[in-house]
T-cell receptor
Framework: EAQVTQNPRYLITVTGKKLTVTCSQN?????MSWYRQDPGLGLRQIYY???????DKGDVPEGYKVSRKEKRNFPLILESPSPNQTSLYFC?????????????FGSGTRLTVV | RKEVEQDPGPFNVPEGATVAFNCTYS??????FFWYRQDCRKEPKLLMS???SGNEDGRFTAQLNRASQYISLLIRDSKLSDSATYLC????????????FGSGTKLNVKP
């Protein structure tokens, strides 16, 4: 089944404790992206990647890092999480940037930083 | 000004009603347009792409008006299962790396 898999689905952590949210897609998509969704603010792009070893900042990159060492994986790293990073996170992939096919999203990761 | 704007709703309609949502976008160079559906606490799922000539998928019709820079979604014969938030998404020709999401319009279909 074609899908984007995120883990974990739920995570509660403490301020400052480094964490990684994994994202993997099995569709051979070139383009991958991370979003966060907050009430009233909609989906905001954190980082995106056009292909392996090519990453770039989205609209809200502060406090996050990403890497794209393999085509299928695009982990999101929070080096020192803070409470304002409490949010619902989605990984998404697309055949390529600007694709008419739109995105396929992962099931989301609900992160709480206390 | 936001790239994509939507009326947040909620739109409360009875089963069987016809309902329409509009979404305006600010960048005239926008190239690709989509409607996504998002159920509560779930991931957005692609409902349909929006083509220049308009397109239909069953009870759903999408239209694009480039002159006025808006897209619309029409749902006919609403079902209870259509209750969800509908997100408008726009992709720019000049920055095709970015998809801009509206904040969504909430639809409640009542029995």
């Amino acid at each position: 089944e074609a899908q984007v898999t995120q883990n974990p689905r739920y995570l509660i952590t403490v301020t400052g404790k480094k964490l990684t949210v994994t994202c993997s897609q099995n569709m051979n998509h070139e383009y991958m992206s991370w979003y966060r969704q907050d009430p009233g603010l909609g989906l905001r792009q954190i980082y995106y990647s056009m292909n392996v070893e090519v990453t770039d900042k989205g609209d809200v990159p502060e406090g996050y890092k990403v890497s794209r060492k393999e085509k299928r994986n695009f982990p999101l790293i929070l080096e020192s999480p803070s409470p304002n990073q409490t949010s619902l996170y989605f990984c998404a992939s697309s055949l390529y940037g600007g694709s008419d096919y739109g995105y396929t999203f992962g099931s989301g990761t609900r992160l709480t930083v206390v | 000004r936001k790239e994509v704007e939507q009326d947040p709703g909620p739109f409360n309609v009875p089963e069987g009603a016809t309902v329409a949502f509009n979404c305006t976008y600010s960048n005239s160079a926008s190239q690709s347009f989509f409607w996504y559906r998002q159920d509560c606490r779930k991931e957005p799922k692609l409902l349909m792409s929006v083509y220049s000539s308009g397109n239909e998928d069953g009870r759903f019709t999408a239209q694009l008006n480039r002159a006025s820079q808006y897209i619309s979604l029409l749902i006919r014969d609403s079902k209870l299962s259509d209750s969800a938030t509908y997100l408008c998404v726009v992709n720019s020709l000049y920055n095709f790396n970015k998809f801009y999401f509206g904040s969504g319009t909430k639809l409640n279909v009542k029995p």
